[in-house]
């Protein structure tokens, strides 16, 4: 079974998180776990990522830290994603030299083409749908997965309000992995290890 979903953190991580964790990766869909915990102190992350980096282990996830390569590095992750804000790609490569490094890329051509330049291992786009995570975020335009996808082989990952209703038209644009977060660990009816399995 192709794993194709990109798993992002839920913005607070308790106890009762590792187990309902495990059960989610038992899907064997998941490609990557982002560990996204913008308000939380260094120590803590450090923590909560060592814990999760045996369950990712464990199920053959990948472990991608956001926004901090440094604790990527101490985490002993399989890389760092990194925002147009964030540490920047050259300093985020010398930190972690061979490890995975995602670029976010909003529905820029023109930061799709720097990333290209960097030759990071994924670009990241959207957000192509409301989205509960980042509120506030620019819509990208659907034809920029089919444009980027002519340019170069870098795997794409699509991000932004994706749910089982929408997820498949990005697929046949090109998108390699779909990114969510909300629909997982959010959601109103079904538990993360049911909402998981809503994408075949």
Same mark, same amino acid.
């Given at each position: 079974?192709?794993?194709?979903?990109?798993?992002?953190?839920?913005?607070?991580? &308790? +106890?009762?998180?590792?187990?309902?964790?495990?059960?989610?990766?038992? *899907?064997?869909?998941?490609?990557?776990? /982002?560990?996204?915990?913008?308000?939380?102190?260094?120590?803590?992350?450090?923590?909560? #990522?060592?814990?999760?980096?045996?369950?990712?282990?464990?199920?053959?996830?990948?472990?991608?830290?956001?926004?901090?390569? &440094?604790?990527? @590095?101490?985490?002993?992750? +399989? #890389? *760092?994603?990194?925002? /147009?804000?964030?540490?920047?790609?050259? /300093?985020?490569?010398?930190?972690? !030299?061979?490890?995975?490094?995602?670029?976010? *890329?909003? #529905?820029?051509?023109?930061?799709?083409?720097? +990333?290209?330049?960097?030759?990071?291992?994924?670009? +990241?786009?959207?957000?192509?749908?409301?989205?509960?995570?980042?509120? &506030?975020?620019? !819509?990208?335009?659907? @034809?920029?997965?089919?444009?980027? !996808?002519?340019?170069?082989?870098?795997?794409?990952?699509?991000? #932004?309000?994706?749910?089982? !209703? &929408?997820?498949?038209?990005?697929?046949?644009?090109?998108?390699?992995?779909?990114?969510?977060?909300?629909?997982?660990?959010?959601?109103?009816?079904?538990?993360?290890?049911?909402?998981?399995?809503?994408?075949?």
């Amino acid at each position: 079974m192709k794993r194709f979903i990109y798993l992002i953190s839920p913005n607070k991580i &308790n +106890a009762d998180f590792y187990s309902v964790l495990e059960k989610v990766l038992t *899907c064997k869909k998941v490609n990557y776990f /982002q560990l996204r915990l913008k308000n939380y102190p260094k120590n803590k992350i450090l923590k909560i #990522g060592k814990v999760i980096k045996t369950i990712t282990n464990r199920h053959k996830v990948k472990l991608i830290v956001n926004d901090n390569p &440094n604790i990527a @590095k101490e985490i002993g992750a +399989a #890389g *760092c994603h990194i925002g /147009q804000s964030d540490t920047s790609y050259r /300093q985020t490569n010398k930190i972690l !030299k061979k490890k995975i490094i995602g670029l976010t *890329c909003h #529905g820029s051509k023109r930061l799709v083409e720097q +990333a290209i330049k960097y030759k990071v291992n994924y670009i +990241a786009i959207g957000s192509f749908f409301k989205s509960k995570l980042k509120p &506030n975020a620019k !819509k990208a335009k659907m @034809k920029l997965i089919k444009e980027t !996808k002519k340019k170069t082989k870098i795997p794409i990952v699509v991000i #932004g309000g994706i749910t089982n !209703k &929408n997820y498949k038209k990005l697929i046949s644009l090109g998108a390699n992995y779909i990114a969510i977060s909300s629909y997982i660990w959010n959601n109103p009816t079904l538990k993360p290890e049911i909402a998981i399995r809503k994408f075949n």
